[in-house]
């Protein structure tokens, strides 16, 4: 098996502008080594992220691909508003926006953009077949994140990959779970960690990750030691 366990260092972890509990104890905190060897691997061309805020994830996967000088662009996708569950930060969402929009133009120029709109607005810049890794990480209920799924579905390229996060909340209308419960005649990985995140291969599964579908608990092991 190639896959890669690396020790990078997140130069987010060490901005200014970025609040340190969210880099490092946040809900996404836990899955920031996994993300980092993820794209490390897989090496996408296009990628895109539904839901940003401070930008644990946005951050790490940018990191990655700084890191290892790889040609992919990296796309972060939120109003920056807030919703029911993240709360409403609309108030001082320019100042938020502002954070991640300045540290993504001065640390990963030329790899990450920020597209401030919604995810609809956001759809037509993308080609059909021509996103490699997508991030769902919006408004959490079932219905929400199913819309999310079909919509950016047709955007997918062969063999991409799509990660869902707060598959393992169950808590109030968070309906995630449900809907990866479904999904499970698909390829995928699963980590319960940190809200627990979903890698789901929707358009087939490439032989390289093969072994990594069979070997899910080694894996998940690993991982989870860096849990938040």
């Not at 994830?57 to 990296?74: E, M, N, Y």
């Not at 100042?95 to 607005?121: D, K, N, P, W």
Request: aromatic share 16%.
């Amino acid at each position: 098996m190639d896959w890669k366990y690396y020790e990078p260092h997140f130069a987010a972890d060490s901005s200014p502008k970025l609040p340190a509990e969210f880099m490092k104890e946040g809900a996404w905190s836990g899955h920031r080594r996994f993300a980092y060897d993820l794209v490390r691997f897989a090496q996408p061309r296009v990628l895109v992220e539904l839901g940003t805020l401070y930008g644990t994830s946005f951050f790490s996967f940018c990191q990655a691909v700084k890191d290892g000088s790889l040609p992919t662009r990296c796309f972060a996708v939120d109003t920056w508003e807030g919703d029911p569950h993240t709360g409403s930060y609309s108030h001082y969402s320019d100042v938020i926006y502002e954070a991640v929009h300045s540290f993504t133009t001065e640390q990963f120029s030329g790899i990450g953009a920020t597209l401030r709109g919604t995810f609809h607005q956001a759809l037509p810049r993308f080609a059909q077949g021509s996103i490699d890794l997508l991030h769902i990480d919006g408004y959490h209920t079932y219905e929400a994140v199913l819309h999310d799924l079909s919509t950016w579905l047709p955007k997918m390229a062969d063999n991409s990959i799509i990660l869902f996060h707060d598959i393992a909340v169950r808590s109030g209308d968070f309906g995630v779970y449900k809907l990866w419960e479904q999904l499970r005649d698909y390829p995928r990985l699963q980590f319960n960690h940190s809200n627990g995140l979903g890698v789901l291969f929707p358009k087939g599964c490439p032989a390289s990750f093969q072994p990594l579908l069979q070997q899910q608990d080694r894996l998940a092991a690993y991982y989870e030691k860096f849990r938040s």
